[in-house]
């Protein structure tokens, strides 16, 4: 079915990005065995409404059924390692980590999984004491990496650009160590255990959804095993493919959405392109890392990326969510809202 396409608002996704080799500055776990309601907030493992969002994955050319979770979680270990990982661009601030009380918690629940925010050396390097003691009480890894765009980027774009803040997240893709990672924006709140998408992904699964937007993917989330294949494969088509607004990246199409969709530009219609798509440059991509097809699949927003109530099934329980992305303050009645007030 034709996706539609809904005006853009000011939802903006945030970024995320790391490199496995650049490992720097803190190493602080959470404290083994920790108990939850010590880190955060306590989430629930309430069952997720089946069909919550009945018409929001897709794949290839299509929309299809979207992944069912915890039936996927089976084929994954009962006790892997694990990391959420957030990245930051730009000058950083004291309120820079508004949900990091939730994040604890569901890190809490995930087998004590670490928590990992990915900068660029040349941010870093300007964090104040304040800022690190924020990190240091919070149990945050810092991890270092070169760039946030891939040097040479065919389609890089000067000025206001939002591949800065998506394009640092591809670091994500090769952090081999963990069973599996899982990326969230910092304006994420858990809001339920997310274990179930760190085991599907473990057991080989590239997991997304889409966005509130009408936006084919939304890369304010993605979960994965790291393969440093992946990383490689992603750099090469950031090498290789142009972009257009006619023909998106690497002359993939916009398919199955009816054109351009927000953030198509950045890594949005990146990451549909490459690892959603087949044939053409993505799998020439894929190719040159050695790989030959990733096992993608898409899980429902309005329950694992919750992204306003665009798409979700009539009177949602809003109790079942077990992610809130968007929106960060509070809206109308009909919208599942944020559980706590932020950190600021």
């Known amino acids: ?14 970024a995320v990005l790391q490199d496995e080799d650049c490992l720097s500055l803190a190493t602080l776990r959470g404290t083994p065995g920790a108990n939850v309601q010590q880190l955060g907030p306590k989430l629930h493992q309430r069952p997720v409404v089946n069909k919550a969002c009945p018409h929001c994955c897709y794949h290839g050319e299509n929309e299809v059924p979207c992944l069912d979770v915890e039936q996927c979680a089976e084929k994954g270990p009962t006790n892997g390692r694990y990391a959420i990982v957030m990245t930051y661009v730009g000058q950083p601030h004291d309120k820079m980590l508004p949900y990091i009380r939730s994040m604890q918690a569901a890190a809490a629940m995930a087998n004590n999984a670490d928590i ?3 900068m660029r050396k040349s941010d870093s390097e300007q964090m104040t004491q304040n800022q690190k003691e924020l990190f240091r009480n919070h149990s945050i890894k810092l991890l270092d990496v070169d760039w946030d765009t891939p040097p040479k980027m065919k389609a890089y774009q000067e000025g206001a650009w939002c591949g800065h803040q998506d394009f640092i997240r591809l670091h994500v893709l090769g952090m081999e160590g963990y069973d599996a990672v899982a990326y969230y924006d910092t304006d994420v709140e858990f809001q339920g255990d997310i274990t179930p998408v760190l085991r599907c992904a473990a057991s080989g699964k590239f997991l997304t959804t889409n966005g509130g937007l009408g936006e084919l993917l939304n890369v304010g989330f993605f979960a994965l095993r790291p393969d440093k294949r992946l990383f490689q494969a992603a750099v090469n088509f950031a090498l290789h493919a142009n972009f257009s607004m006619n023909t998106s990246w690497g002359e993939m199409g916009w398919t199955p959405a009816g054109g351009y969709f927000v953030g198509g530009e950045c890594g949005q219609g990146f990451w549909y392109a490459l ?11 894929l190719q040159s890392a050695g790989l030959s097809v990733v096992d993608s699949a898409q899980i429902d927003r309005c329950m694992w990326n919750y992204q306003t109530s665009f798409q979700c099934k009539e009177h949602l329980d809003c109790s079942r969510v077990r992610v809130h992305h968007k929106p960060a303050i509070k809206t109308e009645w009909k919208e599942c809202q944020k559980l706590e007030p932020s950190v600021r």
């Not at 079915?1 to 996704?13: E, G, Q, R």
């Not at 690892?275 to 991509?285: E, I, L, N, T, V």
Request: proline share 4%; hydrophobic share 65%.
């Open 1 to 14: 079915m034709a996706l539609l396409l809904v005006p853009l608002l000011a939802l903006l996704s945030e």
């Open 116 to 118: 990992v925010m990915a």
């Open 275 to 285: 690892f959603y798509k087949f044939g053409g440059s993505a799998q020439q991509a």
